[in-house]
């Protein structure tokens, strides 16, 4: 069974610093990873897919990478904003299945 | 174009109450997805349906049903429901045949079981 984790649970940082964020995966059989954003009681917005023959994508200030066989990806911030602030979900799809698997998200607050 | 849209927006229930909640998909998209998304969680997998089936179904009891429309639109369904029903309900639509970067999902809707 797939199980997601994002690492670290809660992140708050001062407007203007570069910060990563962490997620895993058990079963690296996986079709694609996505990194979504999530504003408080609203819907998710896709911010970032990777297929699981890439590396990594960029857009704008974000850039994420996969390294698939050992089960983890990275989202990366540049330059960070207080409109960054946002739960971020990772999510796997399974070469076996077309749902997604979520990790349980990263809250971030950028401080003015 | 509308995108996926839910009605309704937040809904309360009590105890052993029944609830519906709708979903229609973005034009042109013909497979809806049902997540439950707890609070500080992420949104777990339901079930999908296509062709007005149910293809797909994560591990949910069977209080939790769901039903597809000729026009694509899909309710999902929770009978008895309980105290941990509590959560934001996120509809996603796609393309069959499309991979899940196709995948839109939609605002949610808010149910408060008390």
């Known amino acids: 069974k797939q199980e997601v984790t994002q690492i670290p649970a809660a992140l708050s940082v001062p407007e203007g610093e570069n910060l990563v964020l962490n997620c895993s995966f058990t079963?690296?059989?996986?079709?694609?990873l996505q990194w979504f954003r999530q504003d408080p009681g609203k819907g998710l917005t896709s911010l970032l897919l990777?297929?699981?023959?890439?590396r990594e994508q960029t857009s704008g200030r974000l850039n994420a990478s996969l390294d698939k066989s050992s089960g983890r990806s990275t989202l990366y911030i540049a330059a960070s904003q207080p409109g960054d602030s946002a739960t971020y979900l990772c999510?796997?799809?399974?070469?076996?299945?077309?749902?997604?698997?979520f990790g349980p998200g990263t809250r971030l607050s950028v401080l003015p | 174009d509308a995108g996926v849209t839910q009605s309704p927006t937040h809904l309360i229930k009590t105890r052993g109450q029944q609830v519906t909640l709708r979903c229609s998909p973005k034009?042109?998209?013909?497979?809806v997805s049902w997540y439950q998304q707890a609070l500080g969680q992420g949104p777990q997998f339901i079930f999908q349906?296509?062709?007005?089936?149910?293809?797909q179904r994560g591990n949910f009891p069977d209080r939790f049903s769901g039903h597809q429309f000729p026009n694509y639109s899909s309710e999902l369904n929770v009978n008895a429901l309980l105290l941990g029903d509590s959560a934001l309900y996120l509809c996603?639509?796609?393309?069959?045949?499309?991979?899940?970067?196709?995948?839109?999902f939609g605002p949610g809707t808010r149910l408060t079981v008390l």
């Open positions: 990777i297929q699981s023959s890439q």
């Open positions: 996603a639509s796609r393309q069959r045949g499309a991979g899940t970067d196709t995948q839109y």
């Open positions: 034009s042109g998209h013909d497979t």
């Open positions: 079963d690296s059989a996986i079709y694609n």
């Open positions: 349906y296509y062709e007005e089936e149910e293809r």
């Open positions: 999510a796997v799809v399974s070469i076996y299945g077309q749902n997604f698997v």
